[in-house]
């Protein structure tokens, strides 16, 4: 009997190396097809880029959900991408299209556009500069909206369809977020929150059905502030009367307007179709490059002209703050690890004078965020902090290693406060029948069992090391920001901040871009005129491409890429479910909301 019980675990183990096997050489096989496509494909694209004609004069500004930092490959992978594009790309391109002569002004495809508002307000002081070195802009649009208005205002003429299919909608604001406690109740899924600062709101929608005050408070004067903004820089730059201007979006008057009635309200300017505009400037097709092939031809003349002998150094740091084991190849995200080898690198820059670490998180993991904000300051060298759109919680906390602390009017910023999610599945043993026996010794031994209530003396004590955790943020907001703690925690308890409001109660020094950022740091350290700037982005080598390419290939064969294709928002909460995983029972600074206009 043991002699077929042998042969019958043998044979099994057989067939499982088998299978082990030729589903490893299947996906050996997909990655190097994958990787020989890839290949062929960008060379092919390399040689007809090679062929086109350079001698335009238009430029056709069309980024789309640009980034701060990028992944770029290290030795045979070395080679540029078309769109691997960063938003530090697109700012040295309208440096170069300013000074370029040949080129006599730039089209906003306002349709295709995808930037946060902290973008816009940085690119719109880039196109002011080359509407003085007599550049013409033109925003040209179908359906205008509170999205991509703010930039069309930045142009010389606002441009549209002259159709009743196409429309323009500007509204107030409307802010929607999903509540899960009566989903998680039917699964018999309970999430334990613990958390610090009565405004420290993450967590929220796993165990309630609705918005607490507090959030609703925040959030409120968060979007009353942008839409002030939003209707002076409307009513300044379009010489429209602010009261006529708010009344009509407050009432629905400028909801789904027509391009006749948008131009007749002194929103547009001109109304003709894409071609007619072409035609009136002189542009044909050879004529007019896009903003990605006018970086990809130009990436060489702008990087020769970064030849100064003193250098400063930009570190990005965006994403999710994640412990190394955590770490997802597939994205963009921040760790230790990631962080240290940036500064390694920044560090051996011939005659490197400072450091810019240009922020957009809203922050992760405690741990991961404290050993980060612990390596910035062993650099031993002056840091600089540009916050990007959202510089928050852990964000905010390893913005505290900067010497001086900028950010946009519209960065969301603060959220100073800790939480602890804890899923606990208790209530599902009756659901479906599973019964969870446990032995334990000692107590709270059982307290991150995940069959096991957690008992208010159990949660007492997380909050008591909670506590301990939102002390050491708040000693490191109070160092760096010379605040006392009766007046910091007035400015903290998870409380979310805007830019200009941040300015205001001392949680930043200024309001400004990354580049002026960067001309600050030059002119306090006193550098001459020609200093360049090295860009640190994020390098992986080719077993790490490898790797990733795997992950995206299982990753979208997986029954949850399919679950996010067919719902919407779903993806969402699948991200912050992992992050959850990652980091349950575990302290987080962490801000979910994305706050655009």
């Keep these: 009997m043991k002699f077929f019980d042998y042969i019958k675990r043998f044979f099994m183990f057989t067939l499982k190396e088998i299978y082990s096997f030729f589903l490893k050489l299947s996906l050996l096989f997909l990655v190097f097809f994958i990787f020989i496509t890839s290949m062929i494909t960008y060379f092919s694209f390399k040689s007809k880029d090679n062929q086109k004609s350079k001698n335009y004069n238009y430029v056709f500004f069309n980024p789309s959900q640009i980034t701060e930092d990028k992944i770029i490959g290290t030795g045979f992978f070395s080679g540029s991408e078309k769109y691997n594009i960063s938003f530090t790309d697109i700012l040295n391109s309208l440096d170069s299209i300013k000074e370029n002569k040949d080129i006599k002004g730039v089209v906003i495809a306002l349709d295709q556009i995808d930037l946060s508002s902290a973008k816009v307000e940085e690119l719109s002081k880039k196109f002011a500069e080359l509407k003085k070195n007599n550049k013409k802009i033109y925003a040209y649009g179908t359906y205008l909206e509170n999205q991509n208005y703010p930039l069309a205002t930045i142009a010389d003429e606002i441009i549209m369809m002259p159709s009743a299919s196409a429309n323009i909608t500007l509204t107030g604001y409307n802010y929607t977020n999903l509540y899960y406690k009566k989903l998680l109740d039917n699964l018999g899924v309970n999430m334990e929150i613990v958390r610090t600062g009565d405004y420290k709101s993450y967590g929220e929608n ?50 789904s307007l027509t391009p006749f009635a948008a131009r007749d309200k002194k929103l547009v300017d001109k109304l003709e179709g894409f ?36 250098a400063i150094a930009v570190i990005y740091a965006e994403g999710a703050i994640i412990d190394g084991a955590a770490g997802n190849d ?77 950010a946009d009017n519209a960065t969301i910023t603060g959220s100073i406060g800790v939480v602890s999610m804890i899923p606990k599945f208790y209530n599902a043993q009756n659901k479906y029948g599973v019964k969870a026996n446990s032995i334990s010794k000692g107590k709270y031994s059982d307290m991150y069992n995940p069959f096991t209530p957690l008992t208010e003396e159990s949660k007492s004590k997380i909050s008591e090391s909670m ?106 909460l699948f991200d912050e479910y992992r992050l959850i995983e990652d980091n349950q029972n575990k302290p987080m600074y962490y801000l979910p909301y994305k706050l655009e206009f």
């Design 275 to 310: 071609q007619d505009l072409t035609q009136r400037l002189g542009i044909t097709e050879e004529k007019m490059v896009d903003i990605y092939d006018y970086h990809e031809d130009h990436s060489n003349e702008i990087e020769a002209k970064n030849k100064g002998n003193d």
């Design 206 to 255: 796993y165990i309630s059905d609705k918005m607490s005050e507090e959030l609703k408070t925040e959030l409120t004067r968060i979007f009353d502030n942008r839409y002030e903004k939003f209707i002076d820089n409307i009513a300044k730059v379009r010489k429209i009367d602010k009261n006529t201007l708010d009344n009509d979006i407050i009432n629905g008057n400028n909801t």
């Design 330 to 406: 597939n994205s963009i995200s921040i760790s230790p690890d990631n962080i240290a080898m940036k500064i390694e690198k920044a560090l051996r820059t011939p005659n490197l004078k400072g450091i810019v670490l240009r922020v957009n998180s809203p922050g992760g993991s405690a741990l991961a965020s404290e050993v980060i904000y612990q390596t910035l300051l062993k650099a031993n060298i002056p840091i600089y902090v540009s916050m990007s759109e959202t510089a928050a919680s852990g964000g905010y906390y390893i913005s505290m290693s900067g010497n001086k602390i900028f």
């Design 467 to 572: 506590l301990s955790t939102y002390k050491e943020f708040k000693s490191r907001v109070s160092a760096n920001r010379k605040l006392n703690d009766a007046t910091l925690e007035n400015y903290a308890q998870g409380k979310i901040w805007l830019g200009d409001e941040a300015k205001n109660i001392k949680l930043v020094d200024e309001i400004g871009g990354l580049e002026d950022t960067i001309n600050a740091m030059a002119k306090d350290l006193k550098l001459e005129e020609g200093y360049r700037v090295e860009n640190i982005y994020t390098e992986i080598d080719f077993q790490k491409t490898l790797k990733m390419l795997s992950s995206f290939i299982l990753e979208k064969v997986s029954l949850t890429s399919q679950i996010q294709a067919r719902l919407p928002k779903s993806a969402k």
